[in-house]
């Protein structure tokens, strides 16, 4: 949950994490490594804190009576002020590039004066 949900906007966009992007000290086995710079709507954004995260799960597709880990959520801030609520698609989605599996489900921007 954000800060200011009434600031939160809905985002649906892949993230681009940058070239070095992604540090494996003290990841989970099992989970996403977080990047820790990203490019989103042409803006360069770096990572301050994962203030929350948590993990989606659905039955299986094919029928089967099997639950399978779908997403990994994180509630992010940046270095910038940005908060958002990105997520790691653990199989891509059909028809896309394999390399989107990060996406911005939420964002509230730092207000400008």
Known sequence: MM?????EEFVGEALEPLEGAFKTAGVAPGEPV??????????EYHLAEVTRKWKSSSPCRSGGGEVYLRKHWYHIHT????????YFERQARQGSKKTKRWWIYTAVLPQTS
Do not use: E, S, V
């Open 3 to 7: 800060d200011d949900p009434a600031k």
């Open 34 to 43: 977080l990047p820790a710079h990203f490019t989103w709507r042409g803006r």
């Open 79 to 86: 270095t910038d002020g940005t908060q958002m609520t990105i």
